[in-house]
């Protein structure tokens, strides 16, 4: 116990490795709540679910958080349905003797100093033969009515998106410029005429301003029959969501960020684990036994030694589209016969000379048992700041294979956000969120590693004390 305290409290006289420390234990701590909260085929099954699943999310939305350093309050998402009970929702369907008559009514206060980036109606409708017959109709808080479109609903689920109702827009711009006997000089967003000022400011998208207060939709029907139901819900999509944003199928990065925490450590520490110790234990084998065994396995090492692995790697994952898991087998067997194993042996060599190990072999000890027990331990020690470090080459690894569109394209992973990105032109779009943040995850992991693994050297290796 006391040269594990002592240990430590040569561990922590290092800054660098504190503070490598307190970002591994963050990491792992992130590692165990996501795997609590959001188990792995869940997380699958949501980041394979596409656009239909996260419907009610805007599309690219920005991090929630940008609105604490944002002199401009940007809209979050607000959401109405009549299928709960609800503030600012009034649904009612009357019926009479032939036909029945619907009125649903959404009411919201738009305080925000941007426009939103969609609006969309979704519809669940029972009838019989006849279809309801509505008219959507949209209030200003200046108390200006607007027919948006009158439609028929079919039966099961409908929608309609008010955004790109292009008749809509037509109509809307016309309809304003005669409003400001002044013509718009540009298509403006439907977003945009619902919610602006309708003066001269709107004949910019620079200059128009947003018309705060409270607004309203109305859905007024009819349909001939008496047995009928309707559900509606309105969605003012905002511009920006939850903790990480969105991508652009609406999917939430957090869950990509998250599960990209464990997913990255569990490849960098068991492949920079296993391949160090098979590495170590072939070394073993090789210097001990010498003869024929040491001229096969360094003969199979040199020839991995000149085959090109990140080429022969991305060849592989093209012909075999592999899951993630997979990836880490074929990443091992590529690197088991290293250059490590020459560095292994050559430290061996010189350890099977070593009197105690002489004694171990004139008292009558196996090979296995002399391996195992008297030639690793002597050199475990010396590795594991390598062991650690090489965690951060793993990881980077598997993001760029990732990014090259070669990695496993289900797992929500930080190489795969990074690769959609770039895929769907994030930068150019100004979406900065969407590469920076599995960026700085990627970076923080291997600063990490590295700077443990840098302050494990000075102590195992005392020599580097003096350079």
């Known amino acids: 116990m006391s040269k594990v305290n002592r240990f430590f409290s040569q561990l922590l006289l290092y800054k660098s490795a504190l503070a490598g420390l307190i970002i591994i234990l963050f990491l792992v701590g992130i590692s165990i709540y996501t795997v609590i909260t959001i188990p792995y085929e ?19 939305a920005l991090p929630s958080w940008i609105n604490l350093f944002s002199q401009r309050k940007l809209p979050e998402t607000i959401i109405l349905t009549t299928e709960r009970l609800q503030v600012g929702v009034s649904k009612a369907i009357v019926p009479t003797e032939r036909f029945s008559v619907i009125k649903i009514k959404f009411s919201f206060n738009y305080a925000y100093d941007d426009f939103p980036s ?20 949209w209030v200003k808080p200046n108390g200006e009515k607007i027919t948006l479109r009158t439609l028929l609903v079919s039966k099961g689920e409908d929608s309609y998106y008010i955004s790109n109702d292009k008749v809509l827009a037509d109509d809307l711009k016309k309809y304003i410029s005669n409003k400001i006997n002044n013509a718009i000089p540009y298509d403006p967003p439907i977003t945009l005429m619902l919610f602006a000022q309708e003066d001269t400011t709107i004949l910019s998208p620079d200059t128009s301003r947003v018309m705060k207060g409270d607004y309203e939709l109305w859905i007024d029907g009819i349909v001939f ?19 990480a944003g969105t991508d652009h199928l609406r ?11 464990p997913i990255a450590l569990s490849f960098g520490v068991t492949a920079s684990v296993t391949i ?29 030694m000149i085959l090109p692995f990140l080429p022969l790697l991305i060849m592989i994952s093209t012909l075999y589209k592999f899951n993630i898991w997979v990836l880490l087998v074929v990443v091992i067997m590529l690197t088991v016969f290293g250059s490590g194993v020459k560095n292994y042996r050559a430290m061996f060599l010189q350890i099977k000379e070593f009197p105690y190990v002489e004694a171990a072999r004139a008292y009558g000890a196996s090979n296995i048992r002399i391996i195992s027990l008297y030639l690793v331990p002597k050199v475990l020690p010396t590795i594991i700041p390598s062991i650690v470090i090489s965690v ?4 980077f690894l598997e993001a760029a294979l990732a990014i090259l569109g070669l990695g496993d394209p289900l797992a929500p992973t930080w190489g795969k956000v990074i690769d959609d990105a770039y895929t769907y032109g994030a930068l150019y ?11 700085i995850m990627l970076a923080l992991t291997s600063l990490s590693f590295a700077m443990l693994g840098f302050a494990l050297d000075k102590i195992f290796n005392p020599r580097l004390k003096e350079m």
């Open 276 to 304: 160090a110790l098979i590495q170590m234990f072939i070394g073993a084998v090789s210097a001990w036994f010498g003869g024929k065994a040491d001229t096969v396995l360094q003969r199979v090492t040199e020839v991995f």
């Open 225 to 243: 029959e008496t047995d009928v139901d309707l559900d509606a819900k309105l969605v003012v999509y905002g511009k920006i969501y939850g903790l």
């Open 251 to 261: 999917r939430d990065l957090r869950i990509a960020l998250l599960w990209g925490t």
């Open 429 to 439: 779009k100004g979406l900065y969120y969407w590469v920076l943040q599995p960026s």
């Open 118 to 137: 969609e609006i969309n109606l979704f519809f669940k409708a029972k009838f019989n033969t006849s279809s309801p017959h509505l008219t959507i109709s």
């Open 392 to 395: 951060a080459d793993f990881v």
């Open 42 to 60: 869940d997380a699958i099954l949501l980041w394979r679910a596409g656009e239909q699943y996260w419907l009610d999310n805007p599309r690219n």
